[in-house]
């Protein structure tokens, strides 16, 4: 189980000089711990741009530097080195790429001086694999809303997780703590509101479950939170009942999140993933 990842994920050091902010450092680092989490490895992409220009370099675009016969011919060979990796290591999970790249951008690139929508040059050659950007794929830290109170509701819970653990997202899953009413007194009370809070404020995404006649009250909240954090709200409603022509079940709930109807929809909504 492997991942193909563009060689600055690993090492800042090949992209060109003063580009790497410390947003970028810390969504590098994700990367590695997420693949560190769930026993990945992390196999480097060669470097076109540092084997064709060296280090230290300024940045530039592909049509400024890159557009010559030697690079293409280089780009060729390297191609090669990685279908052969592939026909030896099998299919990667996905290839991670980072985005603005001249070579590895994912759904960006400096072609010219502007940027433009589309893939690096490098990774355009491997459009039948998944291919991802870095900062998508360091976002895997999912908080998981839902009412808790019933054995029923704890079991669906601990499914869910597991479905999303298999989809390797690290999952908070509140009735883990130790969340019950045998323990709920008063001092244990606020402790479970500020482990609730401090997992909610490290989430990237929040997800939410909303069946029932109402949304349960604690799930409501959670999710409008994330929401107001700007974090990405996905709401799972299996249950086939709705309140208007328009509305599943709450107008405020559903504007401010992905609303999926299955398991399999949620799935699909977060993995980008060729999953074994």
């Known amino acids: 189980m492997f991942i193909l990842a563009s060689p600055c994920v690993l090492n800042e050091n090949l992209r060109a000089d003063g580009i790497t902010t410390d947003e970028d450092r810390e969504v590098f680092l994700r990367c590695r711990k997420r693949c560190e989490e769930f ?8 470097c ?25 011919a280089l780009l060729d060979r390297l191609e090669q ?24 951008g994912v759904t ?10 589309g893939p690096g040059v490098f990774l355009k050659r491997f459009s039948g694999f998944p291919v991802v950007d870095a900062r998508v794929f360091a976002r895997y830290r999912i908080y998981l809303a839902s009412p808790l109170f019933s054995e029923g509701e704890r079991r669906y819970n ?29 001092d244990r009370e606020r402790t479970i509101y500020d482990k609730n809070l401090s997992e909610l404020k490290k989430a990237d995404i929040v997800v939410g479950v909303i069946d029932g006649s109402d ?3 604690g799930t409501s909240w ?23 022509g328009n509305e599943r079940v709450n107008l405020m709930l559903e504007s401010g999140a992905e609303v999926v109807s299955s398991v399999d929809e949620l799935r699909s909504a977060l993995s980008f993933l060729k999953l074994p």
């Open 222 to 244: 959670e999710m409008g939170y994330a929401f107001a954090c700007g974090k990405r709200v996905i709401a799972l409603r299996t249950d086939f009942r709705r309140l208007s």
């Open 108 to 117: 960006t690139t400096y072609f010219t001086n502007e940027k433009s929508a």
């Open 39 to 46: 026993g990945i490895e992390l196999v480097p992409l060669p």
């Open 48 to 72: 076109p741009e540092t084997l064709y220009l060296g280090t230290p370099r300024p940045p530039g675009s592909f049509s400024e530097r890159l557009d010559t016969p030697e690079f293409s």
């Open 158 to 186: 601990t499914y869910l997780a597991e479905v999303l653990r298999k989809n390797f997202f690290s999952v908070y899953l509140p009735q883990e703590f130790d969340d019950t009413a045998e323990v709920r007194g008063n």
């Open 215 to 217: 949304v349960d009250s």
């Open 81 to 104: 080195e990685v279908r052969d990796i592939i026909s030896v290591k099998g299919e990667p999970l996905c290839i991670l790429g980072v985005n603005s790249s001249p070579t590895c």
